[in-house]
Each structure stands twice: as C-alpha cells, then as structure tokens.
C-alpha cells in the first residue's frame, strides 16, 4: 500500500473507511462460506427426495425414515460443543475443511444403504462429521464483524439454506428420474453420488482460501486490519466487563438455556419442511418428482427475498426481538394453512411459502442473540450448545412426523402439533431483555 494511499485512508471518515473496508471482508468470506453451507445442507437434507424411491424399494415405513433423518441430530448435537470449541483453538481453516471432507465421504457412503440399521448408523455418522460446522461458521463471523453488522451477514450466509432447496429441489427431481437404473444404481443411489462432489472439492479449497483471524489475512491493508480488530476489541471488552467470555458463562447462564429452548422451537419448523416438504407437497396430489422438484423452489424463493429484507430492517433499526417473533407466528399459521389445505395444492403451496419464508427468516434473526452478549470462549461454547439444545428439535420433530403419519395416516395432526410449538417460541422471545440483543 503506497504511502498516499495510507494517508488517504486515514483521512477519510470512520463510516467511509468502515463501509469500504467491511465491502471488501464480505466480498472475500462471505460467498465462500455461503457455497460451503449450500453444499453442507444439500448433502444433510437430500435423504427427503432421496425417500421418493428409496422407502418403496428398501421397504423402509415412515417411521423408518423419520427415525433415520432424525437420528443425525443426535450425532450432531453429541459432537457439536467440543467441535466448536476445538475450532476456536485450531482455527477455523483446518477443523472446517475436515467437518467438509469427512461429511462429503458419508453422505456418498449412503448409496450402500439396504437395511434400517445401515440408515440408522450412516445418518448418525452424518450428524458427527458435520456436527460444528454452522456454530463454526457463526463463530468465525464474529471475529470480523460487530454486532451491528452481523444480522445482515449472518441472514446472506443462512440463505444457502433456502437456495440449497432452490437448486437441489429440481436437481434431485431431475437425477430420480434421469439417472435412475444407470450402471445397476438406482436414483436415489446416483442422488447421494453426485451430490456428495461438491463438499469434498470445497473442502480441499477450504485449506488454501480460508483465513483463521483477521490478523493473518494478507488481502487487508494494514490500516483495514486495525480497523477491524479495534471494532471486535471494543465489543469483546464490554462483553467481559459484563462477564460474558468465559465457558462458564455459556454452561451457567440462564438466558443461554432459554435461547436453546427457542432455537428448538424454531428448528422444528426448519427441519420439518427441510425433510418432509417433498412430502407434503406430494400428498397434495402432485405425483412426479420432477414437479415436485420445481415446486419446492418456490417457498424457498420467498424464504431468501424475506431474510435479506427483514434483516436488513433489523440492522437499521437495531432491534431484534419482533423481527424474530413475527416470523415465527408466521411459520406457525403457514403449517396450519397446509395442514387446513388437503389435497388442494395452490393452497397448500400457499402454506409451505409462509411457513418456510418464516422458519427462515425467524433462524437468521435469532443467531443474532447469543453472538450479541457472548465472547471469546463462551461465544464458542454458548454458540454451539444453543445450536445443539435446537437441534434436538430436528431430531424431534422429524421422528414425530413420521411416526404421527404412520398411526394417523396424515401429516395434519404432526403440523398443527408444532405450530403450536413455534407459537411458544415467538412467545418466549419477549423474555429476553430488548438492551442485550438490540445492537
């Protein structure tokens, strides 16, 4: 950087020089990241389509599946805590690109799948190799940005799950119909195959593109370095003049229990149109995958234009709580909606747009939360085990699904079941004191 240069940048105005600055630190991570999640979550939710063809020719029940989908969580949340505070100590180049490389390796690992226990084991392996993965990535986000940044950020990273269903959807649909009976496999085997691909090159790149901390990222200038780590300083100094850096503080507070207990709220509704909204839509009465693959973009398409948009309000305004508990009640009244809708799928649809739009918006406004009065270690620990504690919710909701299907024949009585759950949760948001989030 020539010496005009520098003193151009010291001339300017903070915001100027911030505003620039933080362009340049989403320009490099953020994409990267995104594309990592996209793949991470295509490979943990393609078991939905996978089910089209795979329940009918292993013989598999509802509750089978249920179980198996489910059973990931357990995997996930058993190893998430450790995972994440190993990130912390390793960093974060290193530990993301073995969470990506060993997850792609399992989930590829699914083709030879041909009894339950096989599904059972194969899935819970799934949940210990990603296990860290987004606490991980949420971390890593707070050693760059502020709190005032992070809600807009943290919604364009989260997006890779609603865009994960855009692509994927018609991807999938595409493979079980294209490929199926080539070279012996059937679609659902070629399904995990190709879809396994990208996480495994992704985490070789991870190695060679990924910074661990700001200090060692050598396409900032000296001056954007400093700005950065002085902004990250001044809010780690608050946290631990309020004694919110230490493990302890994660394990011991109150309030961190109390945002696992609404994060599982909201991961059930995630998990539930992440693993069942092929489902759902097919017992509308649509029949083919490929079409069923076209219509799951299209509530995801709503989910992405609502999380940029209420989070960028959210940003703004600096307030956190209602731009969390709205999307919540939404989610709620679209799964009553689609449970009300039957077999009329446009009102169905109509459902699913609301409640995915609000399962995924309600999920990037929250990870604001912790990050906004945990630091240092306890942002590590506090992180991942929020996380964990919600998805057990995963686990939860995708085995109730299905075994609520098998004993009723419908998934009506399972989905006003957990709108209600969301109904509490977005209640329980008011709980938490507006001073400690609102920044």
Known sequence: MSEASVVGFESEPRREAEAR?????????????????????????????????MLRELNFSETIYGFGAGIFFLGYVLFEVPSNVIMHRVGARLWIARIMITWGVISGSMVFVHTPMAFYILRFLLGVAEAGFIPGVLLYLTYWYPANRRGRITAIFLTAIPMASIFGGPLSGWILNAVSGAQGLSGWQWLFLVETIPSLILGAVTLLYLDDRVASAKWLHDDERRLIAENIAREEKEKEGQGHTHMSAAFGSGRVWLLGLIYFCIASGIYIISFWLP??????????????????????????????AVNNHADHVRERRWHTLVPCWVTAAGLILTALAGHNTPLAMVGLI???????????????FPAAFLGGAAAAAGIALVNSLGNIGGFTSTFLVGWMTDLTGSTSASLYLFAALLAIGGALILTIPARLVNK
């Open 279 to 308: 489902t759902l839509i097919k017992r509308t009465g649509v029949s083919d995958p490929l079409q069923i693959g076209l219509l799951t973009a299209l509530p995801y398409i709503a989910a992405i234009v609502c999380m940029i």
């Open 354 to 368: 609301l409640a995915t739009a609000g399962a995924s918006t309600a999920q990037s406004s929250f990870w604001t």
């Open 21 to 53: 600055t933080y362009r340049k630190v989403t320009m490099r991570i953020v994409p990267f990241l995104f594309i990592c999640y996209l793949a991470a979550y295509l490979d943990r939710v393609n078991v939905g389509f996978a089910k089209l063809q």
